[in-house]
Structure formats: C-alpha cells, structure tokens
C-alpha cells in the first residue's frame, strides 16, 4: 500500500501556544484588595485545575501565601476586558522579564479591566460578574517547572487547585437539567500564539467519548466542595 502523499515540514516555534482557554485569575493582595490578571496555561480534570504561572506575578505571590484564588473563564464578548489588562502587573517592583516585555505595574486591575468583582461564597478572591463562568478553588500542591533547566526553573509555578464552587450564567445551562453545561451554549475565548480567538457555536463532530454518562467521572471534590464553609 502506497503511503498518502502529505507534506510535512520540521519547524521551529519559540512558542506551542496550539489554543487553550483563556482564564482570568483573581487573587488577594495584602492589603486586602484584589489582583485580577489573565493566563491561558491552564487544563482541568475532574473539579481540579493545573495552572502554570510566572513565578514572578503578582497572582503567583498571592496564591502562595493565601491558598486561594477564582479562575474566571471569558467568553470572546469580554475580550475588550481582557485585552485592557495586558502588559500589566501587580508587581511593584516590575520584575525584570516584564520589564523586557514593556510590563507598567498596575494596582487598580478591576477598575482598568471594567468588569464588575462580586463576593465569592468559600474564599476571600472576588468573582468576575460578567464572565460566564467562575470557579472558586483553593490550593492543593505547588510544583516546579523545567527542574533540569537552572535558568528556567525558577521562573515558572506549576500549581493543581482544588474547585470548591462553580458558578454560570444560567443560560450556559443543558435545557432541562441543573448541573450540566451544553457545550453548544459555551464558547470559551481561546488564546492561540498570543492571539485571541473564538469557537465555532456548534459542534464539528460527533464524540464516541461524549457517549460515557458524566456522572461516571464525579470525584470525592464535589462531595468536599458541598460542605466548603461559607465565608
């Protein structure tokens, strides 16, 4: 059998950005305010989330010391939002890979980014109103990155937070259920070699995958996140 005939090339990218959701993090300063930044290195299994942040950033800082954060999911109608808050740091001073970067410090985020922060329910972060989704999460293990780079390996947090309570605009929801989201209603903004970018309102193709009932994949989190105290 002959082999298909498909170009491939070898390539070289400084990044493999390839897409991924872009998430607004909101973290406590110590003065009481709130540090509200945007990443897109981050994936989610089960009501756990990894997160790869600067070691240098303001949300890295703040995570380290409280244990607590919110992952605001945008959807592209709050792009605007997002792109305000771009080359700012709640650093002070700006650490030097920003300053490379043409970072200015900032310390009113929300003001800037001109959406609306709302108390959370089990930890002291607020909440973006206006992004469709807002997951509360606490922090369960803190890990290094490039440990066999001795450059690298100290400018990166790898962190897997625990979700303790998601939030949705009610509209995201599957007709006739309380606790599923339809993937056809939620269309995250996907960040794809630093730029922003939307996706398609329905899906491309069936999934043998999405034939498995959800419930199987329930963890012992949801059970914990239940009984998180309020605040």
Same mark, same amino acid.
């Given at each position: 059998?002959?082999?298909?005939? &498909?170009?491939?090339?070898?390539?070289?990218?400084? &990044?493999?950005?390839?897409?991924? !959701?872009?998430? =607004?993090? #909101?973290?406590?300063?110590?003065?009481?305010?709130?540090?509200?930044?945007?990443?897109?290195?981050? *994936?989610?299994? +089960?009501?756990?989330? @990894?997160?790869?942040?600067?070691?240098?950033?303001?949300?890295?800082?703040? =995570?380290?010391?409280? +244990? /607590?954060?919110?992952?605001?999911?945008?959807?592209?109608?709050?792009?605007?939002?997002?792109?305000?808050?771009?080359?700012?740091?709640?650093?002070?001073?700006?650490?030097?890979?920003?300053?490379?970067?043409?970072?200015?410090?900032?310390?009113?985020?929300? /003001?800037?980014? $001109?959406?609306?922060?709302?108390?959370?329910?089990?930890?002291?972060?607020?909440?973006?109103?206006?992004?469709?989704?807002?997951?509360?999460?606490?922090?369960?293990?803190?890990? +290094? *990155?490039?440990?066999?780079?001795?450059?690298?390996?100290? $400018?990166? %947090?790898?962190?897997?937070?625990?979700?303790?309570?998601?939030?949705?605009? !009610?509209?995201? =929801?599957?007709? $006739?259920?309380?606790?599923? @989201?339809?993937?056809?209603?939620?269309?995250?903004? &996907?960040?794809?070699?630093? %730029?922003?970018?939307?996706?398609?309102?329905?899906?491309?193709?069936? #999934?043998?995958? +999405?034939?498995? !009932?959800?419930?199987?994949?329930?963890? !012992?989190?949801?059970?914990?996140?239940?009984?998180?105290?309020?605040?």
């Amino acid at each position: 059998m002959n082999s298909p005939r &498909i170009k491939i090339v070898s390539v070289e990218p400084a &990044i493999l950005y390839w897409g991924t !959701p872009v998430v =607004l993090i #909101s973290t406590s300063n110590e003065d009481g305010n709130s540090n509200l930044a945007p990443m897109s290195s981050a *994936f989610w299994l +089960g009501w756990r989330c @990894i997160l790869g942040l600067d070691a240098s950033s303001k949300n890295t800082e703040n =995570l380290m010391r409280t +244990g /607590e954060c919110v992952l605001n999911l945008p959807s592209p109608a709050q792009v605007g939002h997002v792109d305000r808050l771009a080359r700012l740091t709640g650093s002070d001073p700006v650490p030097a890979a920003k300053q490379m970067r043409n970072y200015t410090h900032e310390k009113n985020k929300w /003001e800037i980014s $001109g959406l609306t922060p709302v108390p959370s329910e089990t930890v002291k972060p607020p909440r973006a109103l206006e992004c469709p989704v807002q997951m509360e999460a606490v922090l369960s293990a803190t890990n +290094g *990155f490039m440990a066999d780079d001795p450059m690298w390996k100290v $400018g990166i %947090k790898v962190f897997e937070v625990r979700i303790q309570r998601v939030h949705v605009h !009610p509209e995201l =929801l599957m007709e $006739g259920t309380t606790d599923r @989201i339809d993937p056809d209603k939620w269309g995250p903004l &996907i960040m794809k070699f630093q %730029k922003f970018y939307g996706v398609n309102a329905s899906q491309v193709h069936s #999934s043998r995958l +999405g034939e498995i !009932p959800e419930a199987t994949y329930l963890s !012992p989190d949801v059970e914990r996140a239940r009984t998180a105290s309020k605040l």
